[in-house]
């Protein structure tokens, strides 16, 4: 048995984190929360986490591949409204959010990239995760 918290207290821990990127990949709405909703059920069959070390991590990266497989899923490209995208990236969900805040300019111009570029600067200042 490990000692890790119950499955429900990781949702509630990590949720906004994993629905923030889901979002911001995707755009708000249903294809961002059943992104989200994938990515649990796919938590709880791993569940415990056995050889894991950082659990939201470990949600964040799950989170990006189904956002690809609903990018990779849909046969051409959906517009995402702008203004909707600006809402979600906005908002500070990182933890340490004051180090990774990016000025509303910025996030303007990232609205523009293409979903697979704008996925690398989400997990970095919406989910707070260093590529090393």
Same mark, same amino acid.
């Given at each position: 048995?490990?000692?890790?918290? $119950?499955?429900?207290?990781?949702? !509630?821990a990590h949720s906004s984190a994993v629905l923030a990127v889901c979002a911001s990949v995707l755009g708000p709405?249903?294809? /961002? !929360? @059943?992104?989200?909703?994938?990515? %649990?059920?796919?938590? $709880?069959?791993?569940?415990? %986490?056995?050889?894991?070390?950082? #659990?939201? /991590?470990? =949600? ?10 609903? $990018? ?11 203004? @909707? =995208?600006?809402? #979600? =990236?906005?908002?500070?969900? /990182?933890?340490?959010? @004051?180090?990774?805040? $990016? ?6 111009? #990232?609205?523009? =990239?293409?979903?697979?570029?704008? %996925? #690398? ?5 919406? /989910?707070?995760?260093? %590529?090393?």
């Open positions: 048995m490990t000692n890790q918290p $119950l499955f429900h207290e990781i949702v !509630e709405g249903p294809d /961002a !929360e @059943d992104a989200w909703q994938e990515t %649990f059920v796919s938590a $709880l069959r791993a569940y415990p %986490f056995d050889g894991v070390a950082n #659990v939201e /991590a470990w =949600l964040v990266r799950v989170a990006g591949r189904r956002c690809i497989d609903v $990018l990779r899923g849909r046969r051409r490209e959906q517009p995402i409204d702008d203004a @909707d =995208l600006l809402g #979600v =990236l906005g908002r500070d969900h /990182a933890p340490g959010a @004051d180090e990774l805040a $990016l000025p509303d300019e910025v996030w303007e111009h #990232v609205v523009t =990239l293409t979903p697979r570029q704008r %996925f #690398v600067i989400v997990h970095r200042y919406v /989910a707070g995760v260093e %590529f090393r």
